[in-house]
Structures are given as structure tokens and as C-alpha cells.
């Protein structure tokens, strides 16, 4: 590599992005969110950080141009004096020197952008533009003003156009389009929203029909739905539901599917955030007190969804670089129940209140996980308040578990169904989409059940 040519290590790793492997991306991932604790590390350190192995490490340097470690550390050091030398020369040459460094900065990055767009994919977009009958701009997050913009400047050249930084207004828009509508995303970051990357997922492994459920909202699974229209595939609307077992004081899950009247469930849902938004500004100002993180680092992590949970503490304190990890001893010694130093429990209702309040609504009630909360007896007491089915298969199950359920749910004729609980990124082992599923049988059944509670 020839140490004059300017060109930064981040934009060499987002060239070769798509070439390398995916334990490449591993390390290219966590360089690209963490360059100044990469400097810092070591071979091995970075393999750790990065959840990979040494050679692993030494591979992805060579991938995007570099002879080894080595020389890919000095680059990245490189990078990040320019960086801090930029902020200095802004500090001590005043304002003039601010204003041209920034607009040097943007010059050189739409420069390194064009190289990568060809005469023809441009022309091939203009095209596009001009021939379409509407215009979708979407973005989300720090770059909805670009995509407000670019609706204004495309509203003025005479093309029609629709724009939002609200995801169910531009959501309801792109469901109604038509064939000759292009729908124009903007990211910073390139990456999709989990919903729309569970939808991909389940296209590419075939499945038909995906249940989506959020805890305690139906915010995800009501766009889930409409990106599942435009995917082919069915969704099974639904929620998650937190309550609580107070006889044996444990934990447990309800599920409601197809529920046809929502809003009836709105009011557990509003009292649930409350309590979970007062426990976790609780646990917060704990950390805060042990740890220099602030609440603007955790909301950023938060983005998307309807509460701020114990892994978005977290993961602002990987950020900060307290540890390499989302669940492990710190996560332990900050959140056990019993022990935890900053732990808050939150307040749930009453499970057979929620099967209760599940079935007015015209939902289909579902026991989650029994074996993971050894909600066995529970599971017995709800049988007779007619609880309609229980989550057999289920990622955390031991393996007598699923014939012991399957058993229970032949005895008493409830439906059996399956779940990955797929929470992405925030998961103590990996549970990629689609490792839990239910039968088709059984699928049919869900929907027949619900016409009982119309």
C-alpha cells in the first residue's frame, strides 16, 4: 500500500465491505462504530473485542489493502491525527479556518463517493427519477433533513413526491403505492431497521407466514405487517405481554395473536411503559453514579423503541468501553435481581388479568416459554380460564421439555406453537430467525381460534 494516497481506513473497509467474509465484517464492524479503541489494541485484543479469531483479524487487514496489523494500526493512527490536528488548526485559526476545513471535509467525501458511482448507474437513477409516478424519500434518525430536501428540490422540479421523517406516515405511503413508484431510502449508516431485516430473513429462508411480537406494544408488528404485504409474506400480527405470577412471585410471558380489537389492550400496555420507564430512569442514575455514560449516550441506542431497557444501558457502556460484551459480569453485577447494584424491578400485572383482558380485545392467548420461567403451574391454573395455546419449541428449552408441553397440550387440546424470540443483536446465545418455528397445522388452528372471540 502506498502510504500517500488519500485514502482513509474506514473508506478502505467500506470498499471491500461486500468482498470480505462474515467473520471479516465482524472486525470491520467493530472498527468502523469503535476506531479509537482499535488504535489501542492488539491482534488479539481486537479479535476478542471483535469476537473472532487472531487470524481472523489478520485476514481482514490484508482483505482491504494492508500487508498486516502493523501497518493497518499506523493508518487508523494516521486517520485519527488528522482528525484531532483538524480540531486544533479550527481551534487556534478561528472561525474562517472552521468554515473552510468543514467544507474541505464534505468536498473530500462526496469526491471518495463519486468514485464509486459509474456515469451509467447515475444516468440509470436520473432515469428512474424522471419516469416515476411517485417519489417515496424515507429516512430515519439524523437524516431526515436530507430527505426532507431533496422532497423540496424534487417538489419544485414538477416531480411528485411524498416525504416524512414519521415511519408510520412514510410506512402508509409506501404501502399504497403503485408499480411505477420509487421508493428512495436514505441511511447513513446502510443498515435497515430489525423489522425489515427479519422480514428479509424469513424471505430468504422460504417461510410463508412469520408471527411478529413486540413486548408490550403492537408498534413492531403493525409495520412489520405492511413491509410483509410488500415482501409476500403473511404476518401474524401480535404482542408480547409482560406479567406476573404472584403466587410463586415469577415472571411470565403471554402472547396475543391476531388481535381484533388492539386498542382494548392499550391501557395494560400505557401502565407497563410507565413502570418500566420509571425503573429504568431509576437503574440509569445507579450506573450514572458508577460510570461516566450520560442519558443521551443510552437514548441513542434506544432509538426505535417504545421503552429504555437494561441492554441499552448496556450497550452505551460497551460504548464506552466498560466492557466487550452485553450480557456477562458486568451486566450481572449491575442488573441481578437479587443482587444487582443498580437493579429496579418493574411492576406487571396480574397473568390471568392479561388473559382476561386478551381475549376481550379478541385475541388468541398463548403461554410463552414455560420451561425458561418454570411457569409450569401456571400454565395448569390457566388451562381452565381458557387459555388457548402454549409456546412449545423454543430456543431455551431443555430437551425434554417440548414432549412434556406437547403432552400437556394434547391432554388439554390447546395449540402448540413455536418461537425464535429473535432479539437481534441484544441475545445472550444466538438465535438466528427462523430456529423455533410452528407447524402449518397448528398455524391454521391460531387462525381458526380466533373467530371464538369475535
Not at 444501558?313 to 456477562?328: K, P, R, V
Amino acid at each position: 500500500m502506498d502510504f500517500s494516497e488519500d485514502k482513509t481506513v474506514v473508506e478502505m473497509i467500506r470498499e471491500k465491505y461486500d468482498q470480505i467474509f462474515m467473520a471479516e465484517k465482524k472486525v470491520a464492524d467493530f472498527v468502523l462504530e469503535n476506531p479509537e479503541r482499535t488504535v489501542n489494541a492488539n491482534v488479539s485484543e481486537l479479535a476478542n473485542l471483535s469476537g473472532v479469531s487472531d487470524a481472523t483479524v489478520i485476514r481482514f487487514c490484508k482483505r482491504i489493502g494492508f500487508q498486516g496489523h502493523y501497518q493497518f494500526r499506523i493508518t487508523l493512527s494516521r486517520d485519527l491525527g488528522r482528525i484531532m490536528e483538524g480540531y486544533s488548526r479550527q481551534k487556534d485559526n478561528g472561525e474562517n479556518q472552521t468554515v473552510a476545513g468543514t467544507f474541505q471535509d464534505y468536498a473530500r467525501k462526496i469526491s471518495a463517493i463519486g468514485k464509486h458511482i459509474s456515469d451509467e448507474t447515475m444516468k440509470q437513477c436520473v432515469e428512474l427519477i424522471k419516469s416515476a409516478n411517485y417519489i417515496h424519500v424515507v429516512a430515519a434518525g439524523n437524516t431526515t433533513h436530507l430527505a426532507r430536501y431533496m422532497g423540496f428540490r424534487l417538489g419544485r422540479l414538477g416531480i411528485r413526491c411524498t416525504y416524512n421523517e414519521l415511519p408510520e406516515y412514510f410506512l402508509n405511503h409506501i404501502n399504497l403505492a403503485e408499480p411505477d413508484d420509487v421508493v428512495f431510502a436514505i441511511s447513513e449508516s446502510g443498515s435497515s431497521k430489525q423489522v425489515i431485516q427479519a422480514l428479509e430473513l424469513a424471505r430468504d429462508k422460504g417461510l410463508k407466514t412469520i408471527a411478529v411480537t413486540d413486548h408490550d406494544t403492537f408498534a413492531g408488528a403493525t409495520r412489520a405487517c405492511v413491509y410483509g404485504k410488500r415482501q409476500g409474506i403473511e404476518v401474524i400480527h401480535g404482542a408480547e405481554i409482560s406479567c406476573i405470577d404472584s403466587s410463586r412471585k415469577r415472571k411470565a410471558h403471554l402472547l396475543c395473536y391476531l388481535c381484533q380489537s388492539p386498542d382494548r389492550l392499550e391501557g395494560i400496555f400505557k401502565i407497563t411503559r410507565g413502570h418500566r420507564q420509571k425503573a429504568a430512569a431509576l437503574m440509569l442514575q445507579k450506573v450514572m453514579r458508577l460510570y461516566p455514560i450520560t442519558p443521551e449516550m443510552v437514548s441513542r441506542r434506544a432509538q426505535g423503541s417504545t421503552n429504555i431497557y437494561k441492554q441499552h444501558i448496556m450497550h452505551a457502556l460497551l460504548d464506552a468501553g466498560y466492557t466487550n460484551e452485553i450480557f456477562g459480569d458486568l451486566f450481572r453485577k449491575l442488573f441481578h435481581p437479587r443482587e444487582g447494584v443498580a437493579y429496579a424491578p418493574v411492576e406487571y400485572p396480574e397473568a390471568a388479568e392479561v388473559l382476561s383482558k386478551i381475549h376481550e380485545a379478541g385475541g388468541v392467548a398463548v403461554l410463552a416459554h414455560p420451561a425458561v420461567y418454570n411457569s409450569y403451574d401456571l400454565m395448569e391454573e390457566l388451562v381452565p380460564l381458557g387459555l388457548d395455546g402454549v409456546e412449545v419449541w423454543h430456543p431455551r428449552n431443555q430437551p425434554d421439555d417440548p414432549e412434556r408441553l406437547s403432552a400437556f397440550c394434547r391432554e388439554h387440546d390447546l395449540i402448540m406453537t413455536g418461537g425464535t424470540d429473535f432479539h437481534g443483536f441484544y441475545t445472550k446465545s444466538p438465535s438466528p430467525l427462523g430456529t423455533c418455528t410452528t407447524t402449518d397445522d397448528q398455524a391454521d388452528l391460531l387462525k381458526k381460534r380466533c373467530g371464538r372471540y369475535r
